[in-house]
């Protein structure tokens, strides 16, 4: 990953420093940087984090509210000194020039540092710290995409003595702020890496991204270390959006440093008068708020409800401030930002009682867009919602943008009244013109800001209205899903029946397959016992020759009972195909064999039943019965005798 080799380049260059010059880094505020252990890069964890970041609210925005990292999270997790000048100042002459290019831009900034460098006493001594600090500032604290490292940092760089001045954390954290505005879809790690990663384990320790291995060490980066994952980036991103999306709101952890000293911190001290605060930060021709009103409760307060900041309302000075040429004087171009950061900002306060006006304010403005995962569904009614509050703001707006025109325009007719009606001296007249003239200059702009208002009126009310759209769609499918989903159930609950009918006919079957096949084994005994009563022809047996032919009619009558049984019950389960074919097949086999079981008992039968009158006339007779001319001993037929 380019961080982890951006920091054991940059860590390198720090041990190739001499001693005393590893100490001055010291006194610049920059050693606990590199007390800190390098940690493995968690390129997901920073993107599902990316993804959540508000360009307009400069913070993340999360299912349970905004949370923003603080000056007070800088200084404890990576020790660098939140306090001091704003860095802003000292770019007075650092900027690009109009039509001066990468080369040229390069060579006036060496220019120049080498005229300061040649000023000082010694200049070979601190050639190498310089070289040091540019490397450092340029690929760790302030890295920017790709493997440049940035000259920009020249001009703070010019008097040593001066650099530990700066409020190197406070332009750190604008710097963070800047690069996850950036896009959401990068992998890449921007800046002392350690740093989200570490405010992400703080804050939501469930996710498990992070182990505690090193407790109590300062600053609060070398505690911790990155857990090994070693599934694909695309499974690892999609888990921990599912797992930010479903976090309990309990176990988010708002203040975590309530059990925390100052032991072994002692830039805490200075730097604890701009915790808590709201305030403008300044860092290289960039200035940025910082909006820590939106994130209450971790400062221990309740969540009152505010004014979420809107990029069409406000302006966003990171994008006004930025390539600024070295003619423009920042102290007179931006002087309330500049006095706002040297007064330490804005003390936040609340004096709500619950968070619940918050939290609805909350997804009004946001709705279902603070989900990331593919499980959850966008809450289109909570879209519809924040659309409908947009444009209601908006057409307030738009209202008071009119009442101002109005307000300008009679006042510019009274000032033209008052100049044709009155004479005055020519200093008079030209103060009127020069009036008239503001006037007409303020009635354009507000006209001009007019028409834009109307513009996003009509785009908002666009969008309400494709929104309400979407969400008849959404409901119509709704229901056409529940139709088909009970549909699908009903046919569920007759397939699961057909096939407990099918499993009974089958049982049923197995039954009269079993009974059958008793059947015919006391069939074949009789007819057994038949064929050895009839071969011995004695008179004491013809009873139980008779009893035997009745059962064996009997038996007859049974089996066509069964078939006719097998019968029905595949005509009665007909309903079910599988049951009707499991039964038509059983029953046809069933009958074709009784069928034929039937006529050739029936043919046996008859057969005998001649055989026993013909032997019955002879004993009658006096005579004894010659057998049959063609018939032989074991010719295997059963109505053979002597």
């Known amino acids: ?39 493995r890069v968690d390129p997901a964890l920073t993107q599902a984090l990316r993804s959540r970041w508000d360009t307009e609210a400069n ?5 349970w509210g905004h949370i923003i990292p603080s000056l007070e999270d800088v200084s404890r997790i990576t020790g660098l000194r939140v306090y001091g000048k704003a860095e802003s100042l000292g770019l007075f002459e650092a900027g690009k020039n109009a039509g001066e290019s990468e080369d040229e831009y390069l060579e006036r900034l060496a220019r120049v540092s080498r005229r300061e460098l040649a000023s000082e006493p010694g200049p070979q001594a601190d050639l190498d710290l310089r070289r040091f600090l540019v490397l450092f500032l340029g690929r760790l604290l302030f890295a920017t995409r790709g493997d440049v490292v940035h000259c920009r940092f020249l001009p703070l760089l010019a008097d040593l003595g001066e650099v530990g001045g700066y409020a190197w954390g406070a332009a750190f954290l604008a ?14 790690t921007s800046g002392f890496y350690p740093f989200l990663q570490v405010w992400a384990y703080l804050h939501l320790p469930a996710l498990g991204r992070g182990e505690l291995t090193r407790p109590g060490l300062v ?35 708002w203040q975590l440093y309530l059990g925390e000293g100052d032991e072994g911190q002692p830039w805490l001290v200075q730097a604890r008068p701009y915790f808590g605060r ?16 939106l994130t209450q409760r971790s ?48 003390s936040v306060k609340s004096t709500a009682t619950t968070d619940d006006a918050y939290l609805r304010a909350y997804a009004l403005k946001y709705g279902g867009k603070v989900y990331k995962s593919a499980r959850h569904q966008v809450d289109v009614a909570g879209e519809v919602a924040s659309l409908r509050a947009l444009l209601l703001s908006a057409t307030h707006d738009r209202e008071a943008a009119r009442r101002e025109t109005e307000e300008l325009r009679r006042e510019l007719e009274s000032v033209r009244r008052r100049a044709s ?31 834009h208002l109307e513009d996003q009126e009509r785009d908002l009310r666009l969008s309400t209205e494709h929104a309400m759209d979407l969400q008849a769609q959404r409901d119509r499918y709704q229901r056409e899903l529940q139709t088909t989903r009970g549909n699908r159930d009903q046919l569920h609950i007759q397939a699961e029946a057909a096939e407990t009918q099918a499993m009974e006919v089958i049982s049923e079957c197995d039954q ?28 004491a047996d013809r009873e139980e020759l008779e009893r035997l032919r009745a059962e064996l009619r009997l038996q007859e009558s049974l089996a066509q009972r069964l078939q006719q049984i097998v019968t029905d019950i595949g005509r009665s389960r007909s309903r079910s195909r599988s049951a009707a074919s499991v039964s038509k097949a059983t029953g046809g086999t069933v009958g074709q064999y009784l069928a034929s079981s039937s006529s050739r008992r029936r043919n046996e039968t008859e057969e005998r039943r001649h055989q026993d009158e013909g032997g019955a006339q002879g004993e009658g007779g006096g005579g004894a019965m010659l057998p049959p001319p063609d018939r032989q001993e074991g010719s295997g037929e059963c109505g053979g005798g002597e």
């Open 299 to 346: 400062l221990g307060f309740t969540e009152s409800v505010v004014e979420f900041p809107v990029r069409d309302r406000f302006r966003r000075p990171g994008w006004s401030f930025r390539g600024l040429h070295d003619t423009t004087d920042w102290r007179e171009r931006e002087q309330e930002q500049i006095e706002n950061w040297e007064r330490k900002g804005k």
């Open 512 to 539: 009269l397959r079993t009974q059958m096949e008793a059947a015919e084994a006391r069939v074949a005994a009789m007819t057994t016992e038949l064929a050895a009563l009839r071969v011995g022809r004695s008179p």
């Open 219 to 253: 600053p609060i980066a070398r505690r911790w270390e990155s857990r090994r994952d070693t599934r694909h980036l695309a499974d690892q991103l999609e888990r921990l959006q599912e797992a930010i999306d479903s976090y309990p709101y309990l176990d988010v952890v």
């Open 59 to 63: 913070a993340f925005v999360f299912p």
């Open 1 to 39: 990953m380019r961080a982890r080799v951006s920091w054991t380049l940059v860590l390198a260059a720090f041990l190739a420093l001499p001693p005393f010059q590893r100490d001055r880094v010291e006194e610049m505020g920059f050693g606990a940087v590199f007390r800190t252990e390098r940690m």
């Open 421 to 451: 009606g009155a004479s005055s001296s020519r200093g008079g007249e030209s103060d009127r013109a020069s009036l008239q003239a503001q006037l007409t200059a303020a009635i354009s702009r507000a006209e001009e800001a007019e028409r």
């Open 278 to 293: 709201s305030v403008w930060l300044h860092a290289l021709n960039l200035v940025l708020p910082l909006n820590l009103f």
């Open 175 to 188: 710097h963070q702020f800047d690069c996850l505005s950036a896009s959401d879809w990068q992998t890449f």
